[in-house]
């Protein structure tokens, strides 16, 4: 089956990688057909649930579904006389977006026209629903090409922004957005049940996220009273179990046995000073305590300020698949999202 996921197109690179990592995690194969600007294009082996798992899982696309055509903008709308139309009983509309000023010479409203046009045609039941439809055609507008497809899922945007920062009873100021650290833990390939270590808890923004997921959570922070707010902004969201909160040194754990995942976000200035190392000493020190802490074959999710790091830091400690994104926070900080596997033996 062909997919096309509309994306957020909040960052370049991050939303179309966490669709392929949250495919990976679930076990999906996958080939990539296309990537275009925020909409990606992959041809998947379906699963019961599937839909329903990509939904609640993603937080960096907007919706996805079945691919009904890919169109050049210059043979539309002609070429939908050659197009079969998809088969649909009942009610439904057809949406369009267009993605940085693509295709200019194409109204939207005339793609919708012309697309609604071709599906009453085929289909003797179904009529236009503006409001609430049975079925939801997209259309995207991106690269010099018209996507359309059926969707199959939407991500529930809202369910993120109940959890951001502001929202919570306790907060930090230097804390991650919830999207982004879904992303993260998606990136990290999390599977439901995987037991994942986040050592630098905070308040416990990733954690959320780590739960959300369906996976075990070891949180742990140098500082008591922080502890004690994470516990807190858990319970006020509903997670009274699968999770173990320690006070403790990130570079003294002693877990008893190795996690499946790492993914945490180490602080920096004055916060990490307070623990006797500078904020890059920090970081640099925690790589090298990784292969301590997680399993041969488990994936790192892990952000810094973009200039802590290298790949040779991570080369060096036994990772063989590295990548990494840049995120832009303020004038003074950028963050830099590394994710990388740790080697078999």
Do not use: Q
């Not at 990592?21 to 275009?36: F, Q, R, T």
């Not at 780590?210 to 742990?220: K, W």
């Amino acid at each position: 089956m062909r997919l096309a996921f509309l994306l957020s197109g909040e960052h370049p690179g991050i939303p179309g990688e966490e669709v392929k990592a949250v495919l990976e995690a679930l076990e999906v194969p996958y080939s990539v057909v296309g990537e275009m600007r925020s909409c990606l294009l992959l041809d998947i082996s379906p699963s019961e649930g599937l839909f329903r798992d990509l939904a609640e899982r993603l937080s960096f696309t907007r919706s996805f579904g079945r691919v009904l055509s890919i169109m050049d903008p210059s043979d539309f709308p002609a070429i939908l006389r050659d197009l079969e139309p998809p088969r649909l009983s009942g009610r439904f509309r057809v949406r369009s977006f267009r993605i940085e000023g693509c295709c200019r010479s194409i109204k939207r409203y005339e793609v919708e026209s012309k697309l609604g046009e071709w599906i009453l045609m085929a289909n003797e039941g179904a009529k236009v629903d503006l409001e609430n439809p049975d079925y939801e055609v997209i259309a995207v507008l991106t690269s010099d090409t018209i996507v359309v497809y059926l969707k199959e899922g939407e991500v529930d945007r809202s369910l993120f922004r109940v959890k951001e920062v502001a929202a919570r009873p306790y907060v930090h100021p230097a804390s991650m957005r919830p999207t982004l650290a879904r992303a993260m833990v998606n990136l990290a390939r999390t599977r439901r049940g995987d037991k994942v270590l986040d050592p630098f808890l905070g308040v416990g923004g990733i954690a959320l996220e780590v739960l959300s997921v369906g996976a075990r959570l070891i949180g742990v922070d140098i500082d008591e009273k922080t502890v004690v707010k994470a516990k807190n902004n858990m319970i006020t969201y509903g997670f009274l179990e699968g999770y173990s909160l320690l006070v403790g040194d990130a570079l003294k754990l002693d877990l008893g046995e190795k996690v499946d995942r790492i993914v945490t976000d180490p602080p920096y200035g004055r916060m990490s000073v307070s623990r006797g190392y500078a904020p890059r000493e920090l970081a640099s020190r925690f790589i090298f305590k990784i292969p301590e802490y997680l399993r041969s074959g488990g994936w790192v999710s892990i952000s810094v300020p973009a200039d802590f790091l290298s790949s040779k830091d991570f080369e060096e400690v036994g990772f063989d698949v590295i990548k990494w994104f840049d995120v832009r926070e303020h004038r003074s900080l950028t963050r830099r999202i590394w994710v990388g596997r740790l080697s078999d033996p």
